[in-house]
């Protein structure tokens, strides 16, 4: 049976097993490479279908079904379909070029592991899997390759392999053809080298000499995947889980990759990928010295000796169970940065500077240039109410960032006309006030880099006003109110990824602002904050605002306020409520607990979609109705309540009266509901 399981999954049923994508997925599938000309990701991906198409013909036979996933191109394109990857990089290398196989898509490789290399093996089954899937696509010899280390790259002979091990058989390729870097190699000390190792070398120190035949494009992806494995997915300590009976795949591997490609597209914030490259490397350091300390007691030995290094073992190994627990929490996309991430380096180095010693608050002017016209207004209408008294200084500067790093508490910020491009975040650790002279469209912030937050705000009485904040790809949302107070006036929040976020405990007052772009929900307001929304603009978004309604004994439920908003032309919905599904405060009900059951029977409800559930009762439509208990022992199934409505005046008045059902809610008057793809709200059970 164990046999059958491994044949099965090299086994290929038909051509759209070959191109499924996880739409799921919010990994995109391009990626930035040096060399890659617009028709190589479709070469890529062709050579992907042909490397494990089985030849329908024939199908049913026992030689077909041998031969299955080592096939040979058939294809009417004779030669190869993969790119060459020039060694330009010394001018005086004399060594071949090699295939160009690094800039694999996700997709791409997700389906080599899932369905061709690893399937569904336990962790203690991956060598025996891969070794398996080797012997199906490898030419077993006479090609040649380039043997690459951190010392040298010389050309070799393949001769055979040695698959139970993953390695290769080679010798020399006369005369002898290598670039070494610090080091002199000559002929008889490669072959001293070889013959110290049998002459055997790791399958993935190996890069296959690039050939326009075709015939050895399997050989060269089948080592890529191999190699990208054992470098980006593989863990010394996998296979020593006690816990082996579990889908590797799942489990590892997938939520491994999909990380390794967010950080690639630059999705993941810097100071989560330097926290997760160090605790790799503490988790390693730790691995090893436990194995050396492990090797090293003897079975039947009571010394005293052994005695201390038991009591040394037990605490690295304490050690390494955590560091795995947090290398796990930052692979798993849903808890990376809800219990992981803590906010990137810079901002946890940032503190609150109180007061000057001296006392004098100062005015930090930004501005790269201004007219005579320009400064005599400033001068007029704010530089000298604020500098009446003589403990008052004015600094100027040209960057919006190190002008809001020099300020003390108290100190004010104005911002003249003129569009300011920074390259990092900006933190404001304490109470200042940040304004632009001048409409928002003609102040104007924009942020360069990806990854981080673009704004942070922790101070405790922040003011910021006039100022049109533009997001490029921040992971954590353009402003994150992650402590204190934060009051926003008549400010533009063009964002990319998400939008403003109000963290537990900190509070936001948002007046006459304009928020739109988000591709996720314009206001996320978390349990046991506050907040007040009066006169804004929320559009064009995923969802206009969010509301996670998680009570605990740490966090009570937020407090919200919304006045006079214009909510429209969202995706999904105007005002989404997101709650728990324990139902532990039964006290607070949903819209969707009134309405109307719909007839017959209701499919899983986390299978049905806002797009395929059906009216009930003149545009209200339900998605079922499943109580906590069920919900949990379904394992995180879904279940949603959605309102629809196209008439503007039932929309308001149903909206209003659905939200002043949440205790949540402080006040809500005169908002305006336009247009929401889902609704104006909806209810969100998990």
Request: proline fraction near 3%.
């Amino acid at each position: 049976m164990e046999q059958e399981s491994r044949e099965a999954a090299y086994t290929v049923k038909d051509m759209s097993d070959l191109v499924v994508v996880d739409l799921d997925s919010d990994v995109k599938a391009e990626l930035k490479t040096e060399t890659s000309p617009p028709e190589e990701n479709a070469s890529l991906l062709d050579i992907t279908h042909s490397l494990f198409h089985n030849d329908e013909k024939g199908g049913d036979s026992d030689e077909d079904d041998d031969d299955s996933g080592t096939d040979t191109f058939t294809s009417e394109k004779a030669g190869t379909q993969l790119q060459r990857c020039e060694r330009h990089e010394r001018g005086s290398s004399r060594l071949p070029d090699t295939f160009q196989t690094s800039n694999l898509l996700f997709y791409e490789r997700f389906k080599a592991y899932q369905d061709y290399m690893l399937g569904d093996c336990k962790p203690s089954e991956v060598m025996a899997f891969t070794a398996d899937y080797l012997e199906k696509v490898l030419e077993p010899c006479d090609w040649v390759a380039l043997w690459g280390t951190d010392v040298f790259d010389v050309l070799v002979e393949v001769e055979g392999l040695d698959l139970k091990h993953l390695k290769a058989c080679v010798k020399v390729v006369l005369p002898l053809q290598c670039d070494t870097r610090g080091c002199e190699l000559t002929e008889e000390a490669m072959n001293s080298l070889l013959e110290a190792t049998q002459h055997k070398v790791p399958l993935q120190e190996l890069q296959v000499v690039y050939d326009e035949s075709g015939d050895l494009d399997q050989t060269a992806l089948a080592l890529e995947h191999l190699r990208f494995f054992y470098e980006h997915i593989w863990r010394r300590w996998d296979e020593e889980d006690e816990d082996d009976d579990f889908d590797y795949f799942v489990r590892c591997v997938e939520p491994r990759l999909r990380l390794y490609y967010d950080m690639l597209e630059d999705r993941v914030p810097a100071g989560l990928v330097a926290e997760y490259q160090s605790l790799l490397e503490s988790c390693s350091r730790c691995f090893q010295q436990f194995s050396e300390l492990r090797n090293s007691l003897s079975a039947d030995s009571d010394t005293e000796l052994d005695n201390v290094s038991m009591v040394e073992g037990l605490k690295l190994c304490d050690q390494l169970e955590t560091f795995k627990r947090k290398l796990h929490l930052i692979e798993n996309p849903l808890l990376r940065y809800v219990l992981a991430y803590k906010g990137n380096s810079r901002q946890q180095c940032v503190q609150s500077r109180g007061l000057r010693a001296s006392g004098t608050k100062v005015v930090h002017v930004v501005t790269a240039s201004c007219s005579p016209i320009q400064l005599q207004a400033l001068l007029s209408a704010r530089l000298m109410p604020l500098c009446s008294s003589e403990d008052t200084q004015i600094q100027f500067h040209r960057d919006p960032v190190l002008a809001v790093d020099a300020c003390y508490q108290g100190d004010v910020v104005i911002v003249l006309p003129g569009t300011y491009s920074v390259s990092s975040s900006i933190f404001i650790p304490d109470s200042i006030t940040i304004e632009g002279f001048g409409f928002p469209d003609e102040v104007v912030i924009e942020e360069k880099n990806r990854g981080d937050s673009f704004v942070e705000s922790m101070g405790a009485d922040v003011r910021l006003s006039n100022i049109k904040f533009i997001q490029h790809g921040a992971v954590e949302g353009i402003l994150c109110v992650r402590e204190g107070t934060l009051n926003m006036e008549n400010c533009v929040l063009q964002c990319d990824t998400t939008g403003v976020m109000v963290r537990s405990s900190a509070r936001l007052t948002m007046n006459m602002c304009d928020l739109y772009g988000s591709k996720g929900a314009g206001v996320e307001i978390y349990p046991g904050s506050v907040c007040s929304l009066v006169s804004n603009g929320i559009h064009h978004c995923k969802d206009g605002i969010l509301i996670k309604d998680f009570a605990s004994d740490l966090n009570g439920m937020p407090s919200i306020t919304l006045e006079n908003n214009v909510i429209h032309n969202n995706e999904g919905f105007g005002v989404i409520l997101v709650k728990s599904g324990d139902r532990e405060h039964g006290d607070r009900e949903t819209p969707a607990a009134n309405m109307p059951e719909p007839q017959g029977d209701v499919a899983d409800p986390h299978l049905i979609s806002s797009s395929s559930a059906g009216s009930v009762d003149g545009g209200v439509a339900l998605a079922g109705s499943v109580d906590g208990g069920v919900a949990l022992a379904a394992g995180r199934k879904w279940q949603f309540a959605r309102q629809l409505s196209r008439n503007k005046e039932a929309t308001c008045s149903r909206a209003v009266q659905d939200l002043m059902e949440h205790q949540i809610f402080v006040s809500v008057q005169e908002n305006e509901f336009k247009r929401n793809g889902g609704g104006d709200f909806g209810t969100f059970s998990c």
